[in-house]
């Protein structure tokens, strides 16, 4: 009876109950198993370094091409303008740091890179929010694209 009372008395008057402060749960230890070790037969010899060549040999120079060889593979009429400073993927647009010539609405671009290859043409272009038509050497443009572009991807015109 004295319980129902405590009740009531406690939703009338809204107390609620005190808490104790919580004590920090403790960390069980797990206990590590300690790990075998591979023994080597003991009739092996280890391999001879005079055998081995170096791995920074065995790749040939022409394995690596730069990128400004692939560009003009693919047109040889085209000049590096810029690179790639920034990507921001849910508004799918790319800052542009212009290191040569300029950029123009609807010139066509190339952006080349390790995964990149993209030709498209300029069609929204700016400068600190604001909308422009042209963009200089050395200025940083935010330009709208149409597929997935990587930092450090080079821009040719």
Known sequence: MFHKIVNVLK?????????????PARRKTVKK????????PKNLKPPSSAKLKPKANRKSPAAKQP?????????????EVGVIT???DRIKVCV?????????IGDKLTILG????????????QIESEDVKVA??????????????AVGDKVYK
């Open 86 to 88: 920034h990507y921001f």
């Open 114 to 125: 390790i995964k990149t290859k993209l030709v498209q043409k300029v069609w929204s272009m």
């Open 136 to 149: 200089r050497k050395g200025q940083l443009i935010g330009l709208k694209v149409d597929k997935i572009v």
């Open 67 to 79: 990128a400004k060889s692939v560009a003009k593979a693919i047109d040889p009429s085209l000049s």
């Open 33 to 40: 198993t300690p790990v075998k070790k591979k023994i080597a």
């Open 96 to 104: 542009v740091k212009l290191t040569q010539g300029t950029v123009l």
């Open 11 to 23: 939703e009338v008057f809204w107390i609620k109950p005190s808490r104790k402060k919580r004590q």
